[in-house]
């Protein structure tokens, strides 16, 4: 598996970077994500992980001192979830990970969408009632079609591809 962190979240969870300055072809690769951090007042921090092929999103709560390693165990568990909630297995234990930033410029330019989109819908919902139902939010994002992904939307492109 390859994950393409954004400088910002290799420096929060202090991780080095297994290929620092390799460029590996994003893109339709079904082994490939991409990370950014989302930060918001009075909602806490998250990781946005998205699949490089479908822009299928993951939310993963960033707690305070958050190790890379912790990071990834819980980022592997929600994969596994993603692929079983569409009919699919995933080995989350027998993964190796190599670990570069991100550079394919579609897909970054998606990602800063949907965490636009993201806060967006969060600060409207604590307007609202105070309460951000996150779960909601992830949902209505992977309803949302990504000119990176030719206008797919992720949800479907990801069953498509894990083969639910």
């Known amino acids: ?3 393409h962190l954004s400088l910002k979240l290799a420096n929060r969870l202090d991780c080095k970077l297994t290929l620092k ?3 590996i072809v994003q893109s339709g ?4 994500w991409s990370a950014d951090l989302l930060s918001l007042s009075r909602a806490g921090s998250f990781a946005l992980v998205m699949h490089d092929a479908s822009l299928w999103p993951i939310l993963v709560p960033m707690q305070p001192r958050m190790s890379y390693d912790t990071f990834l165990s819980a980022l592997l568990l ?3 979830a993603s692929y079983a909630a569409f009919g ?3 080995d989350y234990s027998n993964q190796t990970v ?3 930033k991100r550079s394919n410029r579609r897909i970054i330019g998606s990602m800063n969408e949907a965490m636009f989109l993201m806060k967006h819908q969060a600060q409207s919902m604590q307007m609202e009632d105070g309460l951000v139902d996150w779960p909601a939010i992830v949902a209505s994002v992977s309803r949302t079609p990504f000119s990176s992904v030719e206008g797919h939307f992720p949800d479907k492109r990801f069953a498509e591809l894990v083969g639910g």
């Open 1 to 3: 598996m390859i994950l």
């Open 88 to 90: 699919a297995s995933f």
């Open 21 to 23: 300055d390799a460029k």
């Open 78 to 80: 929600h994969i596994a």
């Open 98 to 100: 190599l670990v570069t």
């Open 29 to 32: 690769r079904m082994d490939s």
